[in-house]
Structure formats: C-alpha cells, structure tokens
C-alpha cells in the first residue's frame, strides 16, 4: 500500500499547536512532503529554532500519521526548519498597488465572466492586471482566455523558484487548471487545495500590477478564508443575479467579509444577468430574473451598485471562445464592462483615501 500526499496533510492537520491554536497545516508548517510508498518525511517550519515546542509537535505529528493511517506506516526524516528563512524570500505581491477578490455567494451567477471581462476592461483602460482563478475546483480562466494548452514557465532567483504567469489580452493569469488535465476531477481536501492557492499567491512572477484581481470559489468556505489569512485585500466586490434565491446568498457573502473578525471593505455589487436584450432589438429588456434585486440589496444593505450586465449571447460566446466580450468596448456589452471597471476605480480611490491598508486576518480557533 502507498500513501498520498493528501492523506499526510490530511493525517497532520489534526496536529494542533498548542500555543495558537490552529492545526500546523492551516499554519503553513508543513512543506516539502516526501511519499515513497509507506515512507513519508517533510519539513515543519517554527518561528525559531530553539522553540521549545518543537519535540512536542514532532512527536505529535508522527502521532497523527500512526494513528490516522495506520501503525504500518514507515517515518521518515522529519526536518527542522526556521521562519527567519522564510522571511528573506522575496515578497511577490510587494508592487500590486491593490487586491480586490471577486466574490458570489452562489454558483451560477457568472462570478468568473465578471472577473475575467473586469480585467480586460482594466487592462483596456490602461492599467496593468492580473487574475488569480483561486476557484480550484472549477477552475475556468485558462478556457476563457484561450490558454488551455498554456505551458508555464519558472524563474529562479536566488535559491526560489517563481512561476511566470501566462499572459492573455494583457492580463497576467495563474489558475490550477494550468497545472492538471481539463478532464480531471480534483478530489482535494481543504489542505491541498489551501496550499495550492498558496503556492500560486507567493510563487506568482506578479511583478508590478495595478490591480490583481481574485476570481473566488463561490459560497463561503476555507478559500476565502486562506485568502483573507494570506492576502491584505484592498476590498471585494460581490456577484448576483436579481433572482432571490442568489440575493439570500449573496447577503451571506456580504455579511461574512463584513464580519468582525475578517472586516474587509465591501467595494461594490454587480447585478449580472440583470436583464436580457436580443441583437436584434437591442432597445428591449426582458427581466428574466426578476428587476433590480441587486440595485434594492445594494441601497439597503448601503453598498454602491457597480453596474448591471445584460444576459447577452455574445458573453456566452466569448467565454466559451476565449475572447472576453470587454475587448470590444465600443460593443453595448464592452461598454458595459468598461463602466464596470470604470466605476470599479472610482470606489477604490475612495476606500484608499478614507480608510487604512486592509491587513491580513488573523484567525484563531475558539475566539
């Protein structure tokens, strides 16, 4: 029998540390995961080398691996290691002036066709972008921007490997779908899936950026929290239809980025799917979903409404082709997008000028 690496993170995220509180995983203690059939060895990184709760987590965690996998399993190397390494790596997000997460509180709602046109329109508008598709599950920005067959690159720079972004239209974009088969279902834990955002948040190439937009999974789960943990966000801005149904989640989503312990500004709601408009008549409307929802939740819970999109064939078309509707901004739905993004710079001038730099949460368990 041979072990996976998510059976190990699996088996050690049941390992707590006794002085915070948190499981060593969710804490980015375990690296360098070695499974060579029942052998298994990796790295536990401390604050300090002379922490005096390293015999005791070590101990623990050959525990865990005993217990949870089974007394047949072979321990190997368990490496010490010391945060001050890690705090001289180069900081890859130290030039993106701003982050704004694109968030829904379903799935449905066309989260990711506003995250993707949104950063074309700002690219359009002049400013440099990239998109991180942390939905990793579903990941769906390598389709709509036609890099599918994208093969990245990696750059080392004094012992640390990064990877380089693929670029499409402009846009600097980094999604697990790069890296596994379109077919392939991922059947991760939330360990494996936190630490493969990870790795594409502080091992991204992003150089300067402008903004570094944050295509999220849908609901409310453990990715938005490792983002939150990981990532000072400028702010979020949430995706509804106006059907009720997506409104009560959407309320959710608000609710949980506005909450005390995450507290992160709420930049402004997009209505999509507002209404819909054949080509051929381009002056109707046909509310399918129901008129405004989105624009009463927005004055109601006092969040600005960033703009309306219209159920329009060519999005669909565009997303499924890989070419984003926002590069024709002279089209009805590329002036859509370009007063999207548009109206999208004016919030976050205003939440930089009156509030301070959002910091990363700290989470604790049991507070």
């Known amino acids: 029998m041979s072990y996976t690496i998510d059976q190990v993170m699996g088996a050690l995220s049941q390992v707590m540390h006794p002085a915070i509180g948190n499981d060593i995983v969710s804490l980015n203690m375990v690296s360098d995961v070695v499974v060579e059939g029942k052998k298994i060895s990796f790295t536990l990184t401390f604050q300090k080398s002379s922490d005096p709760l390293i015999g005791s987590i070590q101990k623990a965690s050959r525990n865990a691996l005993q217990s949870k996998l089974g007394p047949d399993v072979e321990l190997g190397e368990i490496k010490i290691n010391s945060i001050h390494k890690i705090e001289t790596k180069e900081n890859t997000l130290a030039k993106v002036k701003n982050i704004v997460a694109i968030a829904s509180g379903k799935g449905g709602v066309g989260k990711s066709t506003i995250a993707s046109n949104l950063a074309v329109a700002l690219v359009k508008l002049g400013y440099k972008v990239g998109l991180i598709d942390a939905d990793v ?3 769906s920005v390598p389709k709509m921007f036609k890099q599918e067959d994208a093969r990245l690159e990696a750059r080392h720079s004094n012992g640390q490997e990064f990877i380089v972004p693929a670029l499409s239209y402009g846009v600097k974009l980094l999604s697990v779908g790069f890296f596994v088969s379109p077919q392939d279902a991922l059947v991760w834990r ?4 936190t630490n493969a955002l990870r790795q594409l948040i502080h091992q991204g190439d992003w150089g300067e950026l402008d903004f570094l937009l944050i295509d999220l999974p ?3 789960g453990d990715i938005h929290l490792t983002i ?5 966000i400028t702010g979020v801005v949430i995706v509804s239809t106006p059907q009720q149904v997506a409104l009560a989640d959407a309320i959710k989503g608000i609710n949980m980025f506005r909450g005390e312990k995450i507290n992160v500004p709420i930049l402004g709601l997009v ?15 046909y509310y399918l979903f129901g008129k405004e929802g989105c624009k009463n939740l927005a004055e109601e819970m006092n969040i600005p409404l960033l703009g309306q999109v219209p159920i329009v064939q060519s999005i669909c078309e565009g997303g499924d082709l890989g070419a984003p509707s926002a590069l024709n901004e002279h089209s009805l739905i590329g002036a859509a997008f370009k007063n999207l993004a548009e109206r999208l710079i004016v919030e976050v001038k205003q939440r930089n000028s009156i509030l301070d730099p959002t910091r990363r949460v700290q989470i604790i368990k049991g507070k």
């Open 137 to 139: 599950y579903g990941p």
């Open 190 to 193: 939330g360990p494996m899936a």
């Open 218 to 220: 849908p609901g409310t």
């Open 228 to 232: 939150v943990q990981e990532m000072a």
């Open 271 to 285: 209505e999509n799917m507002a209404w819909f408009t054949p080509e051929e008549l381009p002056n109707n409307k």
